[in-house]
């Protein structure tokens, strides 16, 4: 199916949840924070995938900052291993849409999947709070492709929460299975650095 044919991307209410019970994980532990970047994991009993936690503080108001994550342009240039980043339906009044996405899977295959994302947006004294969540819905997206493996596990959130000084709090939530042949021992560091990748680069971007 090609990618812009819409019959498939029907904004809908969400699919089931994929995240299990408090019982399938073991507990936080924090790394040390690195460059004012706290990263917390935790891992799934099933899989052994970690679940990662990362915080950090932009130089930047909320609203810019979430204009910087949620467009498409803007968002692969602070993560450069995503190869598209493609909204395929978007309903702004429900604030929802259909996002499919490519990843570089170096040094594996290259990762797809399409996620149902929904959001939040809370005015506060400081400024607008916004919070997004995403889970995958592969069904409403395009079919698999030769040679890409179809990531059937990715869900998490981003919470930014405006500060003083023109800055805002940024907390990711994210639980990613790679899938294929790529073993928890080799898929959990590459995790743990890649949750980092992206606050870094807002870091570059929009320097202290």
């Not at 970047?37 to 995938?49: C, P």
């Not at 990662?52 to 994550?69: A, E, I």
């Not at 149902?116 to 947006?121: A, G």
């Not at 073993?183 to 959990?188: C, E, F, I, P, Q």
């Amino acid at each position: 199916m090609e990618l812009g044919s819409p019959q498939r991307y029907h904004i809908g209410p969400h699919k089931e949840e994929c995240m299990g019970k408090n019982d399938e994980w073991k507990e936080w532990e924090e790394s040390l924070a690195e460059e004012g970047i706290s990263l917390e994991t935790r891992k799934n009993r099933d899989s052994g995938i970690l679940q990662t936690r990362v915080t950090g503080v932009v130089k930047c108001p909320s609203d810019k900052l979430w204009k910087t994550l949620t467009s498409p342009t803007s968002y692969m240039e602070m993560m450069p291993k995503t190869l598209e980043s493609d909204h395929l339906e978007e309903n702004a009044r429900k604030k929802e849409l259909y996002c499919y996405q490519r990843l570089d899977g170096g040094p594996s295959s290259d990762r797809d999947y399409t996620l149902y994302v929904t959001w939040t947006i809370k005015e506060t004294k400081q400024g607008k709070k916004y919070h997004r969540e995403w889970k995958i819905d592969n069904e409403s997206g395009p079919d698999p492709v030769k040679g890409v493996v179809r990531v059937d596990v990715n869900e998490g959130s981003w919470t930014l929460t405006p500060m003083a000084g023109k800055k805002t709090k940024l907390q990711q939530v994210s639980y990613f299975e790679p899938g294929g042949s790529l073993w928890a021992m080799v898929a959990n560091p590459l995790l743990k650095e890649g949750a980092k990748e992206l606050f870094r680069n807002l870091k570059e971007k929009y320097p202290d």
